[in-house]
Structures are given as C-alpha cells and as structure tokens.
C-alpha cells in the first residue's frame, strides 16, 4: 500500500499545464476557449454519448485517450455518458455500415433535443476508406444531420479536441 | 525438424480414406502447401485432419468465374507443427453444396456460415445455420461476394433492423434474458450479447456480431496493392500494422518481390510497438473494471507516452499507413530511432515498479484469479489464438514456430501458463511485453541499413499469396489473388477474433454477470476485424 501511495505521490499530475514551447495552441489554451464554449452554450458542460457505427476501432482508441491523465477532459467540463437520453450530443465514429442503420437512428431518437451530432473521424466525415456500399452508407451525414465535423485517421486527441472547439464555435 | 515432413503420413490418411488429392502445390502459396480435393470429399477431409491432430485455421470462398459453368472456390487452412495446409475444392456455382466442418471443427462454424452468407455455399450438416454476417442489408439469396454482384449493390433505402434472428432461449424458474448492444455503454465496438442468467449467475452467454460489416473483402476487388494495404491497415484499427504486414506479405509473396531488410526490421518493430500499445492499454482496463483505477491511471499514462513514441517514429500514433508493399513508406527519423532504446529502458523500469505494486494488492488477485475460466480441453476445440489460448496452455505464435522474417533470426520466448482464468490473461501479457522489449532490443542493434522499399514485381495473372503474421491477439491469415494488370482479384482477412470471440461465450458461464466486462476485456476481441 505505501509503494502505491509513493507511486502515486512520484508520479504526480501528469496532466498537460499550460503553454510551453513553440506550439501556441497547446491543450489547456485550447480546452479553456473549449470550456468557455461550453459555459456560454451548454450551461457548463457537455455529456457525450459515444457511438461508433462503423469504424475500425481506431477512433475508439484515441477517444479513449481524451480521458487519459494527460489530456484529461473532463476538466474542460466533457464527459462520456452510457446512455443516449443522458447526452447533449452523440459523436459518432465510422463509415456508416448499413447494419448500425437502425441502432444509430434509435439512439438519435433516444437523444434529448436540442443536441449536437459530431462525426469523428475521415470515415464519419466522407466515408473514408470505405465510402459507399452494399454494406456501408459511407458519411454519417448521410442518415442523420451532422453539426460538427473532424476529421483525421484517426483524430488525435489534440485534434478531437480542437475540432471540437472549431465547431462549438462555429455552431453557434 | 524439416517442413511438411508429415505432408505424406497425411496424404497416406487421405489415400487409406479414398480421398482423392488431386493437384499439389508447394510454390503457389509457399510456405503454405496447397492441394485440391474433390467436393465430394469435403466433409472427409475435415475428418483426417482432425485425426491427425491439425488445427483449424481459416475458411474463406472465391469466386472463380467461367463462362460455361460458373464455379466457387472454397478453400481451408490447416496448421500441424508450424506448417499451413490449403485444401481447396470447387463447387458449381449453381449447386454450391459441401459437408460442414463444423462438426469436426469448432473453430469453422461462424466462418463457414460467413461464407454462406455472402456466396451462397450451403454446408450440410452444419449444426447451426443461421445467418451470421447477414443482417437487413441484402436479402436472403444475394450473395455480395459473387462477381455478379456490384459492390455497390441494391440496398434497401432504410436498413431494417436485425428483429427476428432467432436467439437461443432458456426457459425455466428464475431464468431472466439481458439483451445488450449493439450501442453498448462506454467507448467500445458495437455488437449484441444475449444472456440467460438466473440471479447474477450468467447460464449461458450468445454473441450477434456483424453490426460493423463494412463489405471489406468486396471494396478490396480492384484496388491497387498499395490502396489495399491502406484498407487492411483499417481491418482493425488496434491491429493496423499487423494486418497491414498480412496483407504487404501476401501481395509481396504472390509477386515473389523479396523485401529489403530494413523494412522487415523496422515492420517487426512496429509489430511489437503495437502488442506493447495494446497490452498496456488492457492491462489498466482489466484492472479498472474491477475498480482498481490506480491502474487504469498509470497504464493508460504508458500507453500515451508509447502512442507519442510512435508519432515521432513514423508520424503515426497508432503507426498507420507505415507498412506498404514492398516494404516501409518513410524511413524513421533517426533521432527517434536513437532515442528508443532508453524509451525501451524507461518502459520497463516503470513496469517493473507498477507489476509489484499490484502483485502486492490481494483484492485485485482475488477479483481476477479464478474469473473467466477457459480450459485448455476448450482453448484447443475451440481453435483459440494468442494470449487467450497462451494463457490455457496452447504454446502456439507463429513467431515461434512458423517464424517468418525477420523472427526467423532468432529464438522468440513463447510465455505459456495453464490456469487460463483473467488473472492468467493479464500475465501472458505481462510477460508478453517482457519479450517484445528484448525483442526489439535485438532488433535496434542488428537494424539494417539500406533500402526500405522495392517496387511488387510485375503479377501474372491470377497469381496469389498466403499472409501469415502473429498480430497482438494471434495469428492473422490474409490471401490475396491478382488480376494481370496488378489490381486485386480477391482478399480476404481472418482476424484471430474470429476463433476468440466463441472462447468468450465458454469463458462467461457460471461467472456472474458484473464479471462480464472483466472477462470480456481479457480477451478482447476485435467487433470490426471479425465482422469484415
């Protein structure tokens, strides 16, 4: 138990601080106008349901980074909740296959209005990879209506972040 | 030991059984042997494999056209002592009927009716023949996989949802269903689970997958080599080297075009990069579904730091698009090459401290040991792979036993226990992560300079190639055929979650249904590398 607690002590807050370096638009710059969004939209936070659709797994991945110590983002006033009728918004990985169809129309409909619809991720966006098929209805946009688009194979948590931001504004 | 020098006791099997092998090819899919049957002879042959102590590795259809009478392939991999066997049969295209594996081969049951549902073969005798991969995208009777089906196909306007595929049922005093899924609760693949529990005891456990059938194997048809390595990078997003390299592997072994050192050193690299990323990654989940958020913490802040080793590797957190045919697609920065080898150094000193930390914690041993049972009696029938059957007593990695370059220049540690219960999941990888770094540790010293990439040599036509590479969750089989002009004939992928996911419906019974997540993420299955 005490080497736990001086791992813990040692260890620290690995929690990105704020700007150093030459990138300006470093993680806790970004998720504080982030935070601002937020306060000023949703009344100080956004619950996120997330679906994926689709997708290979690799946006998953880098989504569940967010809540990693570094990037932390739940203390941008974001956080993952298990359910639709719980969220302000459903961020949806992947090209749409023909077999999520139905689910994702469900959980849409389960989502309480108003709410924001967030593609994540090239195949989200415009079908990537896998466009348009016998299985894949390629861009989410292509079943349900998308307010924010990111981009990336998969979007880093940096750029997730910053996508958010970009469209947080410019959904306004 | 010399390779296939079992082949003729088999083919004296198959003699003694008055089956008829046909034409056999040691250089058509080398190192895989390949030889055609009769379809008459199928189910039989199924029979003297199982007899003979094969293992089930893979199943998957094609269509071989012909203007006169239009026939499908079907073809199966078997493993014995490290060698791949391809048996392969035609079928009319018009009566596509052979006997199931099934019931010889545990393992051949979901792939045989994914190739049902997509070209139409009908496998008698098959103990459960319902649609697998079909949902409400296309109807009973098309067959997206044949050629005369376009990729596009003629889908419904709205999908309906999947309603009425017939579950198991229990019946019985106390007995309650819990329906999960395909939206599951956290940030995870979709796919249903069925239940039968009576109070927290879970009786039996029934997957659904096909959720994120995303027709892989059809939009491969006709993709250049390089934009079909770019498709099996995202097979599996957690495993896009590895399917990327089964894909490269194939395409390059199909065109004979022999890969420069370098990029087999710096592939094997990668490869292990991603098994450390995955491992990592599970190791705190495992922890974390049974409330020990200590873990999740300091695995998944490792996890990190290895993601941006990556990024200053190749420019690629999760290290896609880095394997190409023919080799590698950049060269890696040389700083980060050179400061590797204390990032190896940093990795295990952390966890070397975080392992006796929680050795140290008994109520964390207490939730995992005992959990999510698999026997190696099951493992074995059932066709296990990787770290789930490594943890039940199965040795087998093709590092080791059917090692290709560059693993063929040295000895590859298989960890191996028995009790195959979570807590045995979690220490295969442990130890797992222990070889990866004396592995690529060996790797950075002995790194070839030279080229990274040759041009695919000019295919013939119809000329194919068997991938074969241990990716983080097990073995992975990828085939490719090539049209003359180089474009892609056929592909096809068999992701090891194919074998483990079935483990999974085994591992669950008489746990208790809160053990669900625990067991389900020691193993781990890939919900888009199985549904294709």
Redesign the interface.
């Known amino acids: 138990m005490l080497r736990l607690l001086n791992r813990i002590r040692r260890t620290g807050i690995v929690t990105e601080p704020l700007a150093t370096g030459a990138d300006a638009e470093t993680l806790e710059t970004l998720g504080i106008e982030v935070r601002r969004q937020i306060d000023r939209r949703l009344g100080g936070s956004l619950a996120i349901r997330e679906v994926d659709a689709g997708s290979c797994n690799g946006c998953e991945l880098e989504i569940h980074a967010l809540n990693n110590a570094y990037y932390d983002i739940e203390r941008f006033g974001i956080h993952f909740v298990a359910s639709p009728r719980h969220a302000d918004a459903l961020l949806v990985t992947g090209p749409l296959s023909r077999h999520m169809e139905a689910a994702l129309l469900r959980t849409y409909a389960a989502t309480p209005d108003p709410k924001l619809v967030i593609a994540c991720g090239d195949c989200a966006c415009n079908g990537g990879e896998f466009g348009v098929s016998y299985a894949s209805r390629g861009a989410v946009e292509n079943l349900i209506p998308v307010d924010i688009r990111i981009p990336g194979c998969p979007p880093s948590p940096l750029n997730l972040l910053k996508g958010l931001l970009a469209g947080l504004k410019g959904s306004g | 030991m010399s390779r296939f020098d079992w082949l003729s006791e088999w083919l004296a099997r198959c003699e003694d059984e008055h089956i008829l092998i046909r034409r056999g090819s040691a250089r058509t899919l080398a190192p895989a042997h390949l030889v055609e049957c009769d379809p008459e002879d199928w189910g039989r042959i199924a029979a003297v494999a199982r007899d003979f102590g094969c293992r089930w590795v893979a199943l998957w259809g094609s269509d071989e056209g012909g203007e006169e009478t239009p026939a499908l392939g079907v073809q199966v991999a078997f493993e014995y002592g490290g060698d791949h066997l391809v048996v392969r049969t035609r079928v009319p295209r018009a009566t596509p009927v052979l006997s199931s594996h099934s019931p010889w081969f545990a393992a051949a049951d979901r792939p045989e009716r994914h190739c049902q549902d997509l070209f139409g073969v009908v496998f008698l005798d098959h103990p459960d023949a319902r649609r697998w991969t079909r949902?409400?995208?296309?109807g009973d009777g098309d067959y997206?996989l044949r050629k005369d089906?376009?990729?596009?196909?003629?889908?419904p306007a709205?999908?309906?949802?999947?309603q009425d595929y017939p579950f198991l049922a229990a019946r019985g005093e106390g007995v309650y269903e819990i329906p999960v899924g395909?939206?599951h609760?956290?940030?995870?693949?979709?796919g249903h689970f069925r239940f039968q529990a009576v109070g927290e005891t879970i009786l039996n456990l029934e997957e659904r997958l096909?959720?994120?059938?995303?027709?892989?194997e059809?939009?491969a048809e006709g993709r250049t080599p390089e934009a079909l390595a770019?498709?099996a990078g995202?097979?599996?997003?957690?495993t896009?080297v590895a399917h990327a390299w089964a894909a490269c592997m194939a395409l390059e072994r199909a065109t004979r075009t022999p890969v420069p050192g370098r990029a087999l050193f710096l592939r094997a690299l990668a490869a292990e990069r991603e098994r450390i990323a995955n491992h990592l990654?599970d190791i705190g989940a495992i922890c974390n579904d049974v409330g020990f958020a200590?873990a999740q913490?300091?695995f998944?802040?490792l996890?990190?730091d290895w993601?941006r080793g990556n990024q200053r590797l190749c420019g690629h957190?999760?290290l896609?698009d880095w394997v190409v045919p023919g080799g590698i697609a950049r060269d890696p920065d040389p700083s980060a090459l050179a400061a590797m080898a204390a990032e190896l150094d940093r990795l295990e000193a952390e966890l070397a401290?975080?392992y006796?930390?929680l050795d140290?914690?008994p109520s964390l041993e207490d939730r995992l040991s005992g959990t999510g049972r698999l026997t190696e009696a099951t493992a074995r029938q059932l066709g296990t792979l990787g770290y789930v059957a490594r943890a039940s007593g199965l040795a087998f990695d093709l590092r080791a036993q059917a090692p290709y370059p560059p693993y063929d220049t040295l000895e590859v540690e298989v960890p191996v226990l028995e009790q195959g219960d979570v807590l045995a999941r979690v220490r295969v990888r442990r130890e797992e992560i222990r070889v990866s770094l004396a592995l690529m540790r060996r790797f950075l010293a002995e790194l070839p300079a030279g080229e990274i990439r040759q041009p695919l040599a000019p295919p013939v036509a119809g000329v194919e190639g068997l991938g074969l590479v241990e990716g983080w969750r097990g073995e992975i089989l990828a085939h490719v055929r090539l049209h003359a002009d180089g474009t892609i004939d056929r592909f096809f992928a068999r992701d090891p979650s194919w074998l483990n996911w079935p483990a999974l419906e085994r591992i669950v019974r008489n746990n208790i249904v809160p053990d669900f997540p625990v067991c389900n993420k020691s193993v781990n299955g890939?919900?888009?590398g199985q549904?294709l």
């Open positions: 949902h409400g995208a296309w997206p089906f376009a990729a596009a196909g003629q889908p709205e999908t309906p949802p999947d395909p939206v609760a956290g940030i995870i693949e979709p096909g959720y994120v059938h995303k027709g892989i059809k939009i770019r498709l995202r097979i599996s997003g957690d896009t990654g200590f913490y300091q998944s802040r996890r990190e993601l957190r999760l896609m401290e975080l006796a930390i140290d914690n890939s919900y888009s549904d």
